[in-house]
């Protein structure tokens, strides 16, 4: 069989760790795409990351270019293009450069892979798919946004250091728009099956300690901006791009928190949003919809609306130029 083709538009920090990772667990070749001022990045870390496969001992092949051309027959295509969060910024203040950012990338890959699985990972990222989806005309089930999967890895990972058990022991259930507005589900956590409820039921933590996790994991853009103080996060982002490619790719049907078009599910229609779904060859074969409590409706609504306040900006922004 031959080797699949995976396009990394942008090749910054998310873009190189994108890089690195699908080589890692030989996903195909990789080619990194950026502006022609940076061909030379994205050409470096395809040669400094081809030069690390030796020692690691994985076989993918590596290419940097800014010509779209080059990204012909494309299986995934993973956007980072644009510019990340600086401190004191919020996600939305991006819409004015990476909506015209975008516009050009759609282009590209509607012309010269038209037939990827499409991961976009750009910020604010509700707006951005949504964006993307429009302007490429790409199918709805084949254009997604990584948002998520991350969420619930830092809600994962906060709750694991609370109870001291194993990452891979935990799952955690994050709804709504990857804004501040984000919905953390406790009841769908676990540890090993055991909802959260039942788990401060049992003395494990206390609501306290939990309503302060569900607030870190709201806030955890920013503690990560607030530290590096030069950009955003890129490891996790990275990482959980890769899963929703590899279930895609491996046609492994994983249940994944994604930004997905809604026709009505939940009671939007037309807009991304993140909500469950099952990832599979098709792109996203199912959007699982679950039973919100009273609560959890309210607080989806709201993020709902923030998501669709930005998407009305980002519209009057690209009308614009
Ligand atoms: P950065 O390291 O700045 O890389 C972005 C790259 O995009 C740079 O190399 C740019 O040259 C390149 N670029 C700019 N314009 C274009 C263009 N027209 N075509 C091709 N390439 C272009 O940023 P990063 O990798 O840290 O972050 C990338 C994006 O991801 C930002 O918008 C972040 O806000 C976003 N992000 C999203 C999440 C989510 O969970 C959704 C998490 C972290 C970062």
């Known amino acids: ?16 760790t994108l890089a690195l990772l699908a080589g890692q667990k030989e996903l195909g070749d990789i080619i990194l795409l950026d502006i022609p001022d940076f061909a030379g990045v994205a050409k470096g870390k395809a040669l400094d990351i081809a030069e690390l496969s030796p020692v690691a001992g994985f076989d993918a092949g590596y290419s940097g270019t800014s010509d779209y051309a ?4 494309a299986d995934v295509v993973i956007i980072t293009a644009g510019v990340p969060r600086k401190p004191g910024m919020s996600r939305d203040d991006l819409v004015g450069i990476n909506a015209k950012v975008i516009k050009a990338v759609a282009a590209g890959v509607k012309e010269h892979a038209p037939n990827a699985f499409v991961i976009v990972i750009t910020n604010p990222l509700d707006a951005m798919v949504g964006l993307f989806q429009q302007v490429s005309g790409l199918p709805a089930e084949k254009v ?8 619930s890895a830092r ?7 609370e109870f001291g058990v194993s990452v891979e022991d935990v799952t955690a259930f994050v709804l ?11 009841r769908y956590s676990t ?19 939990l309503d ?6 709201r806030d955890g853009g920013a503690e990560i901006v607030g530290l590096l103080k030069t950009g955003s996060a890129f490891y996790a982002p990275a990482a959980s791009a890769i899963a929703m490619a590899e279930s895609y790719l491996k046609d492994k049907k994983r249940v994944l928190p994604v930004a997905a078009k809604l026709s009505g599910e939940y009671g939007v229609d037309g807009l991304y949003i993140g909500v469950p779904t099952i990832i599979g060859a098709k792109g996203v074969e199912k959007i699982i919809q679950i039973d919100l409590s ?6 989806f609504d709201k993020s709902v609306d923030a998501v669709k306040t930005l998407v009305d900006v980002t519209a009057k922004v690209s009308a614009e130029g």
Do not use: C, Y
């Open 176 to 186: 709504g728009g990857h804004g501040d507005t984000m919905v953390p589900s406790v």
């Open 294 to 299: 009273d609560e959890e409706k309210a607080n």
């Open 1 to 16: 069989m031959a080797r699949k083709k995976i396009a990394l538009i942008g090749a910054g920090q998310i873009g190189g």
């Open 212 to 217: 302060k996790i569900v607030q870190r994991t």
């Open 70 to 73: 080059d990204i012909a027959g």
């Open 144 to 151: 997604v946004g990584m948002a998520g999967v991350l969420d």
């Open 155 to 161: 809600f994962r990972w906060f709750l694991a250091e």
């Open 191 to 209: 540890v090993a099956g055991i909802p959260l409820p039942d788990l401060v039921k049992m003395g494990w933590t206390t609501q306290e300690k």
